[in-house]
């Protein structure tokens, strides 16, 4: 069974801090990886895509890896602002279907 | 900027009645997603579409649940009878394509809750 999952399921942190966000998936034959963010009660926003064939992507002060060999992905989020909690959702894409992580809910506190 | 349309924002509704919801995609997207959102956990998908075709509904109860999308553009997603377990955020999604790098875009998702 293709199960994402997400570690920690929480995180409060201090504004400035760097911090990383976990997710582990248990078949690598992925196509793609997506991280998500998740303001409550809304939708979600794409952050970073990562295809299959790459190490990793960045955006402004995101960076994202992925080891398929591992079965693992970082999100990793510097300088981290109070604008910057939310909810963040790993997605890894298997043919066209898409298996999301249930999240890790960041805190960043001012 | 363009964006996934849904409506309604939040529906309380009794048990055993009828629900819907109503999703308008980004113009020019041919695959339109429904997911269920239970709180604490993540999205799951319902049924994909692909044009006015269903291309997944594996993970759609169908004996209560139904989606359409008629013309290939909106889609209505159904619920009858509803039971306390249904109560979720039922989110919709759509995509120039399929996945494989195409960016998805969701709305702001319905809340629903069932008592």
């Known amino acids: 069974k293709q199960e994402v999952t997400q570690i920690p399921a929480a995180l409060s942190v201090p504004e400035g801090e760097n911090l990383v966000l976990n997710c582990s998936f248990t078949?690598?034959?992925?196509?793609?990886l997506q991280w998500f963010r998740q303001d409550p009660g809304k939708g979600l926003t794409s952050l970073l895509l990562?295809?299959?064939?790459?190490r990793e992507q960045t955006s402004g002060r995101l960076n994202a890896s992925l080891d398929k060999s591992s079965g693992r992905s970082t999100l990793y989020i510097a300088a981290s602002q109070p604008g910057d909690s939310a909810t963040y959702l790993c997605?890894?894409?298997?043919?066209?279907?898409?298996?999301f992580g249930a999240g890790t809910i960041l805190r960043v506190k001012s | 900027e363009a964006e996934v349309a849904q409506s309604p924002r939040y529906k309380i509704t009794e048990k055993s009645q009828a629900v819907a919801f109503w999703c308008d995609p980004i113009?020019?997207?041919?695959?339109l997603y429904w997911y269920r959102q239970i709180l604490g956990q993540g999205p799951e998908l319902l049924v994909q579409?692909?044009?006015?075709?269903?291309?997944?509904d594996s993970q759609l109860p169908k004996d209560r649940f139904s989606a359409e999308r008629l013309k290939g553009v909106d889609s209505t997603l159904k619920i009858q009878p509803a039971e306390l377990g249904d109560s979720a955020m039922y989110l919709c999604?759509?995509?120039?394509?399929?996945?494989?790098?195409?960016?998805?875009?969701f709305g702001e998702g319905s809340w629903l809750t069932v008592v």
């Open positions: 990562i295809q299959s064939s790459q």
């Open positions: 113009s020019g997207h041919a695959t």
């Open positions: 078949d690598s034959a992925i196509y793609n």
């Open positions: 999604a759509s995509s120039f394509t399929g996945f494989s790098g195409n960016t998805i875009y």
């Open positions: 579409f692909q044009d006015e075709s269903v291309v997944d």
């Open positions: 997605a890894v894409e298997y043919g066209n279907k898409l298996v």
